[in-house]
T-cell receptor
């Protein structure tokens, strides 16, 4: 089955700097890669996703890149703000099923220092 | 629109006791998911319903965990008997149907002592 790894596990950046979180997946048939943000005491919230037919997707200060050959994808947050502090999870779908069963990575705790 | 509701938010029980969690999905959402999130890990899918039918329960420890969604709306997840390793946050999520964006509830934090 699908396995998703994520690095780094913790990340501290100064406000205004960029943050990059990297993930790798094991199954070359995976074709859907969502990213979730989880704030303390809340459930994960989808912030951006990408499908395998594109290599990059942007939404304001957030972008995701996908390299299918290398089986890795990354989240880029520019001009970080204190409210970006949270745990971020990457995920990949498990293509052995007929529906989007999503496998989550272990998470990255991002701290933005004012 | 109202989000996914879960109760209770916190629960502390002793090992070998039983516990039940409740989830009310977003109105009109056909697909409902239960995840287990152990501290420091990503959510792991336990069971997925489409209306009142089970789509996937391959990761559900069926000797102690059970879940139902009788009328295709609310759902309950039960653990009986609980073990120390069941301490985790139990997240409920719903989506319009299969392969659509999942919306998560706030979770129930379970501590087994």
């Amino acid at each position: 089955g699908e396995n998703v790894e994520q690095h780094p596990s913790t990340l501290s950046v100064q406000e205004g700097d960029s943050a990059v979180i990297k993930c790798t997946y094991s199954d070359s048939a995976s074709n859907y890669f969502p990213w979730y943000k989880q704030e303390l005491g809340k459930g994960p919230q989808l912030i951006i996703d990408i499908r395998s037919n594109v290599g990059e997707k942007k939404d304001q200060r957030i972008a995701v890149t996908l390299n299918k050959t290398a089986k890795h994808f990354s989240l880029h947050i520019t001009e970080t703000q204190p409210e970006d502090s949270a745990v971020y999870f990457c995920a990949a779908n498990s293509p052995e099923t007929s529906y989007d069963k999503v496998i989550f990575g272990p998470g990255t705790s991002l701290s933005v220092i004012p | 629109e109202a989000g996914v509701a879960q109760s209770p938010r916190y629960k502390i029980i002793e090992k070998r006791q039983s516990v039940a969690f409740w989830c009310n999905p977003i109105s009109g959402h056909a697909t409902l998911y239960w995840y287990q999130q152990i501290l420091g890990q990503g959510p792991k899918l336990l069971i997925q319903f489409q209306n009142n039918g089970v789509v996937d329960d391959s990761q559900l420890p069926k000797d102690r965990f059970s879940a139902e969604r009788l009328k295709g709306v609310d759902s309950t997840l039960k653990i009986q008997p609980a073990k120390l390793e069941d301490s985790a946050v139990y997240l409920c999520a719903s989506s319009l149907t299969l392969n659509y964006e999942q919306y998560f509830g706030p979770g129930t934090r379970l501590t087994v002592t």
